[in-house]
């Protein structure tokens, strides 16, 4: 069983960053088979995958928060983080982290509501 | 707007069947594996189906999944009122390099 745990600030100011953690247990976020990832969901709206990072470090991120957004892994904690920047009232979301495989999100972590808000 | 098409809800009575359709194109569901996902109210998505039609350990088979062309389905059989939830399907967009999910279908068992 993997699972997956978001820590970070429930509430951040306009135009400041966003920043979380995904703390993994039950899987390792250095090996090769999977990918690591972020989605959110805004309050009462569907799903938005954010960005997915790689074996080696590669990324991929959606074209709406490119410049934004920032995905990396601390191997030795076994977590990955997000951070966006320039967050703006758009950016309230439920963000979950997530594990990946090329076409399936198979763990999800139990989601973290930030809020953007002065 | 979605890249991946659904309709917004559906609804049967208890021990009906009710299907959801996923409509996309030739970069993402017409060459990739599709995956749904249930979302209970107030709760993380958890996965439904995967690979199309494969279900994971746990996953009664009264969920099943399919595809033609460039639309995969989802269908619930005997329907029952823990499966009033929100249903979303996804999957990788080849063209684009990017995950992609439907705007999510609300099951309402009547």
């Known amino acids: 069983q993997v699972d997956l745990q978001e820590s970070g600030p429930g509430l951040v100011k306009p135009s400041e960053t966003l920043s979380l953690t995904c703390t993994v247990s039950g899987a390792s976020v250095s090996g090769s088979s999977y990918y690591w990832g972020w989605i959110r969901q805004p309050p009462g709206k569907g799903l938005e995958w954010i960005g997915t990072?790689?074996?080696?470090?590669?990324?991929n991120y959606t074209p709406s928060l490119r410049g934004r957004v920032a995905i990396s892994v601390a191997t030795s904690m076994n977590q990955f983080s997000l951070r966006l920047s320039f967050v703006t009232a758009a950016d309230t979301a439920v963000y979950y982290c997530?594990?990946?495989?090329?076409?399936?999100?198979?763990?999800w972590g139990q989601g973290t509501l930030v809020t953007v808000s002065s | 707007q979605s890249v991946l098409t659904q309709p917004p809800s559906v609804s049967a009575a208890p021990g009906q069947k009710v299907t959801i359709s996923c409509s996309g194109s030739?970069?993402?569901?017409?060459?990739?594996?599709v995956s749904w996902y249930q979302q209970l109210p107030g709760t993380a998505p958890k996965l439904l189906i995967f690979?199309?039609?494969k279900r994971p350990s746990g996953i009664p088979d009264r969920f099943s999944g399919s595809r033609s062309g460039t639309s995969a389905t989802l269908g619930i059989t005997g329907l029952q009122t823990g499966d009033e939830a929100d249903y979303y399907c996804?999957?990788?967009?080849?063209?684009?390099?990017?995950?992609?999910f439907g705007g999510g279908t609300k099951v309402t068992v009547l």
């Open positions: 996804g999957t990788w967009d080849s063209l684009s390099a990017q995950w992609v």
């Open positions: 990072i790689y074996y080696g470090g590669r990324t």
């Open positions: 690979e199309i039609n």
């Open positions: 030739d970069s993402n569901i017409g060459s990739n594996f």
């Open positions: 997530a594990r990946l495989d090329i076409a399936v999100v198979d763990f």
